[in-house]
């Protein structure tokens, strides 16, 4: 018997994080999601932070600019339930180091939707 997709009306909600990181070492992706799941786990624990369907959807290094002067950027998009953005916030904003090295998440705004969140904080159109 073949196993049935749940259908939209029933899946929950999702939000779309927009973040920044500027840190002193170049993060890789499996790096980036290690900082984020650690800092929620240890902000709110396992149970709370299984709730929170925490997915980095993309993320975009912008390194190519020679003038950085020892730092490196990343953007990214993170996916969590909706009503659960807050506690999120909350955790990324506690994440100041890794390995040794400074580091710094900002958020840079909230969305419904990967394409607006894009739009809005990620690459903005003149």
Same mark, same amino acid.
């Given at each position: 018997m073949k196993l049935k997709i749940l259908p939209p009306t029933l899946r929950g909600d999702k939000r779309y994080l927009a973040f920044e990181v500027i840190s002193q070492v170049p993060l890789p992706r499996d790096d980036l @999601?290690?900082? @984020?799941w650690e800092s929620c786990l240890k902000f709110h624990g396992e149970c709370e932070t299984s709730k929170f369907r925490l997915w980095v959807? /993309?993320?975009?290094?912008l390194n190519?600019?020679?003038?950085?002067k020892g730092h490196f950027y990343?953007?990214?998009?993170?996916?969590?339930? /909706?009503?659960?953005?807050?506690?999120? /916030?909350g955790a990324l904003c506690l994440i100041s180091n890794y390995k040794g090295k400074q580091l710094v998440f900002h958020t840079l705004g909230l969305a419904g939707t990967i394409k607006s969140a894009?739009?809005?904080?990620?690459? +903005?159109? +003149?």
């Open positions: @999601i290690y900082i @984020i959807t /993309r993320s975009w290094d190519s600019n020679s003038s950085n990343l953007k990214g998009i993170l996916q969590c339930n /909706r009503g659960d953005e807050e506690k999120v /916030r894009t739009q809005k904080f990620i690459k +903005p159109s +003149p």
